[in-house]
């Protein structure tokens, strides 16, 4: 059983002037992972277009692709909103991006692998059904929901119990937005407050309507939380959800720019709590043997996501590493308004997971 890699060239070719979502990003990652020996990188297989409206409304698709064209006639990046652009790679690199996370799935089902990361542009969390998902100002830099692709494929192959966990420090209004009514994926999303941060959704009152009641769950964190904060959150809430849950497939939108040096969010985490997750979800997939993917979604800083990936595949591969940040503490209304919302959490969930 092993943990592989996938990427593409054409992630390098999704790109607009002076814009942070950028190729550094896959690179920074890619030139990391190519160091260590024992990972195997794939190069994937194209998706078919017509599995993007498993989760997407066909105008929207239409729209994409019309865009794509766009692009490529005028010779340069077109603005689907005043955050998200589309070139004329966008769509191609969008199929490629989704087939890493079908292409992974399929040889987690035939037990050849057991988990992978998918090193994908762009990314996808933001997207919703109709593009823009639970009046969002923006789309945030994503084209189609990658994760909820994926977590739909399962659905397909007849899968329940999906876990998606969103560590990205936005929500992913999209992924919300798309499994809201049912409870075939659990999503769960860890993100900076909401009221102080794009996209202004996640917060704890929304858990999921009709079947899906309970099957979603916001931990929005206070600006500056520190990896005491993420600690709590994972075995306060997380881990006592998902030893009931017993989820048979686990999806990670993996973001990286939670990290306390990312320009554009504002908590206070380090390298540790990357190790958190990882370690945490490395020790379900032992007690449970089943199959975790992770997919690429945010994170702007190239060390942040040359360190982060690198744990990551030391982590699932059994290498060692090390980690040089110090874990951070937060002060104490930080972690008294953290408390409160945790008991926010489990009071909302009283009688269904608490
Ligand atoms: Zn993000």
Redesign the pocket.
């Known amino acids: 059983m092993k943990f592989v890699a996938f990427y593409h060239e054409i992630f390098e070719k999704h790109k607009a002037e002076a814009h942070p979502e950028s190729p550094k990003r896959v690179k920074a990652i890619i030139s990391e992972l190519m160091k260590i020996e024992e990972l195997e990188i794939i190069k994937p297989k194209k998706a078919n277009k017509r599995i993007l409206e498993n989760v997407h409304a066909k105008e929207y698709i239409d729209k994409v692709f019309e865009l794509c064209k766009k692009a490529k006639e005028f010779g340069k990046e077109v603005y689907l909103d005043p955050d998200t652009y589309i070139n004329e790679f966008t769509c191609e690199a969008s199929l490629y991006a989704i087939g890493s996370i079908i292409q992974g799935i399929d040889l987690a089902l035939k037990k050849k692998i057991n988990s992978f990361f998918a090193i994908v542009r762009p990314p996808g969390h933001h997207a919703g059904i109709y593009g823009n998902a639970l009046n969002a100002p923006t789309q ?1 830099f994503c084209i189609f929901d990658n994760v909820a692709i994926g977590a739909s494929y399962l659905i397909e192959k007849k899968f329940n119990r999906i876990l998606i966990l969103d560590i ?3 929500h992913g209004n999209g992924t919300q937005e798309i499994f809201y009514k049912t409870n075939k994926v659990f999503y769960i999303s860890l993100h900076q407050d909401p009221s102080t941060i794009y996209p202004n959704t996640g917060f704890v009152n929304e858990i999921g309507e009709f079947e899906g009641k309970g099957y979603n769950l916001n931990i929005p964190l206070p600006i500056r939380s520190g990896d005491d904060v993420y600690r709590k959150a994972f075995e306060e809430i997380i881990n006592p959800i998902v030893e009931k849950y017993k989820p048979k497939f686990i999806l990670v939108s993996l ?1 990286f ?1 939670s990290h306390r040096s990312e320009f ?2 504002m908590l206070n985490l380090t390298i540790n709590s990357f190790e958190l997750v990882f370690k945490f979800l490395k020790n379900i997939q032992e007690e449970r043997k089943i199959p975790i993917g992770f997919v690429l ?3 702007y800083n190239e060390n942040v996501l040359r360190e982060g990936s690198k744990i990551l595949a030391k982590i699932f591969l059994e290498r060692r590493y090390k980690i040089k940040e110090i874990p951070t503490k937060s002060e104490d209304f930080i972690l008294s308004q953290s408390k409160e919302t945790f008991d926010k959490i489990k009071s909302l969930l009283e009688g269904i997971w608490f």
């Open positions: 945030g990205d420090a936005h973001g720019d554009l969010t979604e945010g994170g």
